[in-house]
């Protein structure tokens, strides 16, 4: 039973790169928090991705960067966007 | 490097952990008063202890667990429905558990059992406050697992 829920929040999960855009915009938790209304607990729940937002959370939050909301929010897992520059993959630890 | 000013969530998990262990220490001997015999004023500090363990652990969450809908944000909400569903079932279980005590006093003997009959207003008390102030203490004890990031 546990397993089946498991598995059905996986096919449901969304990522998010809130904390990446936070960061590069300078901004802390609790300023983007008060700026969307929510507490700074909620963000970090969010950043850490045990909670999924509204749509009307994400849609504040994306209004607040200045971004559509697949730059920030996505079914699939973001792309690292150091893994372009790098000499080896990580993982394997081949040269590319 | 200067250190946080802020007290954040982590600071508060061993606060956290001692006002829940008081709290569940004192409603069980409330209840355990409550079932050896009638009120008495240890079941009295029993339950201001309580109270006040109660008290604290609302302070802790910031009351997020009696607010109303409009006053918490949707991740307060989703951990207030969650912690709130739990008490209910608690006190559902308990008040059938107190119903069964109670059927079977009245049922021992032809005018029931005094003796028994007489704890009654005891073990009802201990199951309704214990459904009342389960959600506080269940999302306080979720403080300990809280970190600041």
Same mark, same amino acid.
């Given at each position: ?38 507490? *700074? ?7 850490r991705?045990?909670?999924? *937002? ?13 971004? *559509? ?20 993959? *990580?993982?394997?630890?081949d040269?590319? | ?14 606060l ?13 001997? +409330? ?22 363990c ?8 910031? /009351? ?8 918490v /944000? ?35 003997? /032809?005018?029931?059992?005094?003796? +028994? ?10 199951? +309704? ?21």
């Open positions: 039973m546990a397993r089946k829920t498991q598995e059905r929040d996986e096919g449901k999960r969304i990522y998010n790169r809130v904390n990446l855009v936070r960061v590069e915009t300078g901004m802390s938790r609790a300023d983007l928090a008060a700026q969307v209304g929510v507490n *700074p607990q909620t963000i970090g729940a969010l950043e991705g045990d909670h999924y *937002p509204s749509l009307q959370l994400a849609m504040s939050i994306c209004e607040v960067f200045d971004l *559509p909301i697949e730059a920030v929010f996505s079914r699939e897992p973001f792309r690292s966007i150091t893994a372009a520059y790098r000499r080896t993959d *990580p993982t394997t630890g040269a590319r | 490097m200067t250190a946080p000013t802020t007290r954040g969530p982590a600071d508060r998990a061993p956290a952990v001692a006002v829940v262990g008081a709290g569940a220490l004192s409603w069980l001997t +409330l209840a355990t008063l409550s079932a050896l015999g009638p009120w008495s004023w240890a079941a009295t500090l029993a339950t201001l202890v309580f109270c006040a109660w008290l604290g652990s609302r302070f802790l969450i910031g /009351d997020i667990a009696e607010k109303r809908r409009g006053a /944000d949707e991740y307060e909400l989703e951990q207030r429905d969650r912690a709130r569903n739990v008490g209910y079932t608690a006190t559902l279980l308990l008040g059938a558990v107190v119903f069964v005590v109670l059927t079977v006093a009245v049922n021992l003997a /032809d005018g029931g059992d005094d003796a +028994l009959l007489r704890t009654a207003p005891g073990l009802v008390f201990s199951a +309704l406050v214990a459904g009342a102030a389960l959600p506080s203490y269940l999302l306080t004890w979720q403080l300990r697992h809280q970190r600041d990031d």
